[in-house]
């Protein structure tokens, strides 16, 4: 489980660690929405940080939207998105 659905307020997000140890980052932005993106930014692999409604490198300022495509800054592909599902309420890796 990453998380309860009533855990994760609308257009909020969960920080969380994949099976495999990557960081990862769980959204919420809208009621019946959730997806989860593999929290490493593609250009040089630094940690991404959600800052709503989207994400943020440290390291050379490459920005990403709330679907993980990029927007803006040095990084050359998307975030990689992680499959996940909703079941009795709880967020799950699908």
């Known amino acids: 489980m990453i998380a309860a659905v009533d855990d ?4 909020s997000s969960k920080s969380f660690t994949t099976p495999n140890g990557m960081p990862a980052h769980l ?9 989860a993106f593999n929290a ?19 390291c050379h300022g ?17 975030l990689i ?3 996940i599902k909703v079941v009795d309420g709880q967020v799950v890796l699908a």
């Not at 994760?8 to 257009?11: E, L, N, T, Y």
């Not at 490459?62 to 998307?78: H, K, L, R």
């Open 62 to 78: 490459a920005t990403y939207d709330e679907n993980g495509q990029v927007t803006g800054g040095p990084a050359p592909t998307p």
């Open 40 to 58: 490493t930014c593609s250009h040089q692999g630094c940690p991404v940080s959600y800052v709503g409604p989207g994400f943020r490198c440290p």
């Open 27 to 35: 959204l919420r932005p809208a009621p019946d929405t959730f997806l």
């Open 8 to 11: 994760i307020a609308v257009g």
């Open 81 to 83: 998105k992680i499959p």
